[in-house]
């Protein structure tokens, strides 16, 4: 990809893309999606999202929520204070 590539204008006519009703889409060259499909698929999360799926019991995270907005960053200070206090355990 050269810088030009970057910096051209899209030619494409997006008024008239959206302006489109969904029956007046042609879906025939789209191959339809099957169960091997998804038994196959992996779920890949950018790193930077990771941070977003920890599992918390709806009654914790509204604890923490009523914390104030920084709420995650307690939840970080919280975790990392528990870690830092039993790593020496699981060091031995």
Do not use: C
């Not at 959206?18 to 879906?27: A, K, L, Q, T, V």
């Not at 060259?29 to 091997?36: S, Y």
């Not at 799926?53 to 990392?80: C, S």
Request: glycine share 2%.
């Amino acid at each position: 990809m050269s810088r030009n590539d970057l910096n051209s204008t899209s030619r494409t006519n997006w008024a008239a893309l959206e302006s489109r009703s969904e029956e007046n889409i042609d879906y025939s060259d789209i191959p339809p999606l099957t169960d091997e499909f998804f038994e196959r698929a992996t779920l890949r999360i950018p790193a930077d999202q990771a941070h977003n799926l920890v599992q918390l019991d709806p009654d914790v995270k509204q604890w923490f929520q009523a914390q104030g907005e920084q709420y995650k960053t307690l939840i970080n200070k919280v975790l990392r204070q528990y870690m830092e206090s039993n790593q020496t355990q699981h060091q031995a």
